[in-house]
């Protein structure tokens, strides 16, 4: 079993012409690259996802180049592993003066981490689904109010049976594709975009990058293969664009949240159009934010002339 699907293009050949680059950004969504980063920053993230996989859960034997599972059961292995969360392992990769290097050259300026990531080990499954791509959205859907690229960055061999990331290039030009009208996730429907229209390479490698826009829509595919499936995804924005307020949630009334940022306590105005999210994406209801928000809690939040546009738990 496998996900056929067109491949991807490669764009090596234009790193060191951010011009360039970005005009095919622009065009067609994204950009793919093959083999690009520092060695010793992957190994680092790739040498912690096998710790937890070998030594904490012991779905993988000792000694192994590719996280192969040995069978054992994984019908209760995590979704979003503790033991990565909170590791700090994250804060390292981008700390790394190589990675942020690499970035900066894409896209010819200085970069802003967003701090939002995924870790994920994907387990194998039985069976594949009957929608491959039934995962399918569109990031800035659901991060209103500022800017960002995504990176997904794999860890281990991820090929067509281990699934990996599909993304629809040029669909970005439609615009959000997602049903406004299906609350609480306002899904993309199945017919939005079609099967020919979805991509990947046939392996991704460690040390590879798919950049995309918020507009591109993407999925993650249903891993049918008999290895763990390794990969976190990080964002930057550039100087240029509109960034998020961060910060630790001081004040909360039915009409304004107050944060305790770096530059110091900022105010931002709620109003029945603000998109009171979880981490999923799914909208709660505005009139409960002073019961679903607590002092403390730790928010990103899309802003526009003072008004909150989207506010976004960072943990949960």
Same mark, same amino acid.
């Given at each position: 079993?496998?996900?056929?699907?067109?491949e991807?293009?490669?764009?090596?050949?234009?790193?060191?012409?951010?011009?360039?680059?970005?005009?095919?950004?622009?065009?067609?969504?994204?950009?793919?690259?093959?083999?690009?980063?520092?060695?010793?920053?992957?190994?680092?993230?790739?040498?912690?996802?096998?710790?937890?996989?070998?030594?904490?859960?012991?779905?993988?034997? &000792?000694?192994?180049? %590719?996280?192969?599972?040995?069978?054992?059961?994984?019908?209760?292995? &995590?979704?979003?592993?503790?033991?990565?969360?909170g590791?700090?392992?994250?804060?390292?990769?981008?700390a790394?003066?190589?990675?942020?290097?690499?970035?900066?050259?894409?896209?010819?300026?200085?970069?802003?981490?967003?701090?939002?990531?995924?870790?994920?080990l994907?387990?194998?499954?039985a069976e594949?689904?009957?929608?491959?791509?039934?995962?399918?959205? %569109?990031?800035?859907?659901?991060?209103?109010?500022?800017n960002?690229?995504?990176?997904?960055?794999?860890? #281990?061999?991820?090929?067509?049976?281990?699934?990996?990331?599909?993304i629809?290039?040029?669909?970005?030009?439609?615009?959000?594709?997602?049903?406004?009208?299906? #609350?609480?996730?306002?899904?993309? &429907?199945?017919? #939005?975009?079609a099967?020919?229209?979805?991509?990947? &390479?046939?392996?991704?490698?460690?040390?590879?990058?798919?950049?995309?826009?918020t507009?591109?829509p993407?999925?993650?595919l249903?891993?049918?293969?008999?290895?763990?499936?390794?990969?976190m995804d990080?964002?930057?924005?550039t100087?240029?664009?509109p %960034?998020?307020?961060?910060?630790?949630?001081?004040?909360?009334?039915?009409?304004?949240?107050?944060?305790?940022?770096?530059?110091? #306590?900022?105010?931002l105005?709620?109003?029945?159009?603000?998109?009171?999210?979880?981490?999923?994406?799914?909208?709660?209801?505005?009139e409960?934010?002073?019961?679903?928000?607590?002092?403390?809690?730790?928010?990103?939040?899309g802003? %526009?002339?003072g008004?909150?546009?989207l506010?976004?738990?960072?943990?949960?």
């Amino acid at each position: 079993m496998s996900y056929a699907m067109k491949e991807l293009e490669e764009h090596n050949h234009l790193l060191g012409d951010p011009e360039a680059l970005n005009k095919v950004f622009e065009e067609e969504g994204y950009l793919y690259f093959r083999d690009v980063l520092d060695k010793e920053a992957v190994e680092e993230v790739r040498a912690k996802y096998f710790s937890v996989l070998v030594d904490d859960y012991g779905v993988v034997d &000792p000694g192994q180049d %590719q996280p192969i599972w040995n069978g054992k059961d994984v019908s209760s292995f &995590p979704v979003k592993v503790p033991e990565v969360y909170g590791s700090g392992t994250y804060e390292r990769f981008v700390a790394n003066p190589a990675i942020t290097r690499f970035f900066e050259d894409v896209v010819g300026e200085p970069i802003s981490w967003i701090p939002s990531t995924e870790y994920r080990l994907n387990p194998p499954v039985a069976e594949k689904p009957e929608d491959p791509v039934a995962g399918r959205h %569109q990031d800035g859907f659901f991060n209103n109010g500022y800017n960002f690229r995504i990176c997904w960055i794999p860890f #281990a061999d991820i090929d067509e049976e281990i699934g990996g990331l599909a993304i629809a290039p040029g669909a970005h030009k439609r615009g959000y594709l997602h049903d406004a009208s299906d #609350a609480p996730k306002f899904p993309i &429907p199945a017919g #939005a975009i079609a099967d020919d229209e979805w991509a990947r &390479p046939k392996v991704y490698r460690a040390g590879d990058v798919l950049m995309f826009s918020t507009k591109t829509p993407h999925s993650g595919l249903a891993n049918l293969g008999k290895a763990f499936r390794l990969s976190m995804d990080v964002r930057f924005s550039t100087a240029n664009d509109p %960034q998020p307020v961060i910060g630790d949630l001081i004040e909360v009334t039915r009409d304004s949240i107050t944060l305790d940022t770096s530059v110091g #306590a900022v105010r931002l105005v709620v109003d029945e159009d603000t998109y009171l999210r979880l981490k999923d994406g799914a909208r709660l209801p505005n009139e409960e934010i002073e019961t679903l928000l607590h002092i403390g809690d730790p928010l990103m939040v899309g802003a %526009q002339d003072g008004r909150a546009v989207l506010i976004r738990p960072q943990k949960g």
